[in-house]
């Protein structure tokens, strides 16, 4: 489809995009409103995947649209580099009564990538600032995806977007926790899988507790295709943290805002980290904003340590933009007055009664799910891993079903606000794509 190309696509270097084959043949995304993108000569396209798993509240919102709009023309920016602006301090307030309790201090950031950066930062001064200095070693986890700074594919676990570049040293992974063998096809959690936790003891005795500033992992891992943690798994990884001094990070980019039914992935779980790194839904995708919940703890011990001086020597331009804070002002409240969070618990049920109906098509090798998430895995194609994942994503988005492909897995993650006939639809055509893509 190249009717609507509407001009030059060459000066744009886009982002994990095969540049040539879009350019030879582009989709493009023109404007938008409540569940669907429009294409440039209107046609709809319903959204199963919330923009990049970020406009949890829908498209085009009004109050989230006119505080932006607003706040521009009140104040379009201001340093938060020793002075601040009203809205900043709002939203940390707001988004620290989100958080769960416990979690009582934000910083901000500019994306996702920058939030986790700024994390694994803060863990190694808290160490330092409480004479822990060798404690400057991180564990992540297989097939984990942090962002794309030189920290946050460190301690990823993609090797496509380590391979070739300078990583930091003192980084060990831990396992991932899929298995065809032992959970194709769980419904929500997978009962197999908690001892897997069990390998942060071996990285321990090998390396030493004293060495390890922090543990990061995706609560469920979103980006490397839905993996749902098993049961019991994250409680371990919090009970051996806690016992030996490490920080626990979760990374909820992706499951921050409703997107398993609670605010939180922690609250879903009730395992409360050290920090919560998020971004995304906290704007409803509206303007770019990261941030890093930490526990008064954590503060205290950077802040309180400090004297006259700066305390931590860390920060972004665009850290608390106004634009941002405005749009994430709006936002959590669109979540809290809708009881969107709820409404995702809720229809939950429905999702994933509708998702596993696809377990007979042809060449699915697995379905997960939990909360309003949900991946189909098909069987790659011999020799051509990926064709048949994006051969689907090509045919549902020309049948007017926007879908997420990583490889040959289909991600799907639509708005809260998501109705159950939507939800037939792009599972409907999710299922004929398949067929047809066999
Ligand atoms: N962490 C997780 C879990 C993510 O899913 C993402 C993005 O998808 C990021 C970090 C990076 O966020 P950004 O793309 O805003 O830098």
Known sequence: MTSNRPGDLDSFWMPFTANKAYKSDPRLLASAEGMHYFTPDGRPVLDGTAGLWCVNAGHGRKPIIDAICQQAATLDFAPTFRLGHPKAFELATRLAEVLPDGIDKVFFAGSGSEAVDTALKIAQAYHRARGHSARTRFIGRQRGYHGVGFGGISVGGLDANKAGFTLLPGVDHLSHTHSFEHAAFSRG?????????????????????????????????????????????????????????????????????????????????????????CAKGLTNGAVPMGAVGVSDDIYDAVVGGGGEGIEFFHGYTYSGHPLAAAAGLATLDIYRDEGLFERAEALSPTWEEQVHGLGNAANVIDIRNLGLVAAIELSPRPDAPGARGTEVFHRCFDRGVLVRVTGDTIALSPPLIVSESDIEQILGCVSETIQQAA
Do not use: C
């Open 189 to 277: 959690q997978p009962a197999w899988g908690a001892h897997l936790a069990d390998e942060l003891e071996d990285l321990i005795a090998l390396r030493g507790a004293d060495a390890i500033a922090a543990v990061i992992v995706e609560p469920l891992a979103g980006s490397t295709g839905v993996l749902v943690p098993p049961i019991g798994y994250l409680e371990r990884l919090r009970a051996i943290t806690k016992r030996e001094g490490i920080l626990l990070i979760f990374d909820e980019v992706i499951t921050g805002f409703g997107r398993l039914g609670a605010a939180t992935a922690s609250e879903r779980f009730n395992v409360i980290p050290d920090m919560i790194v």
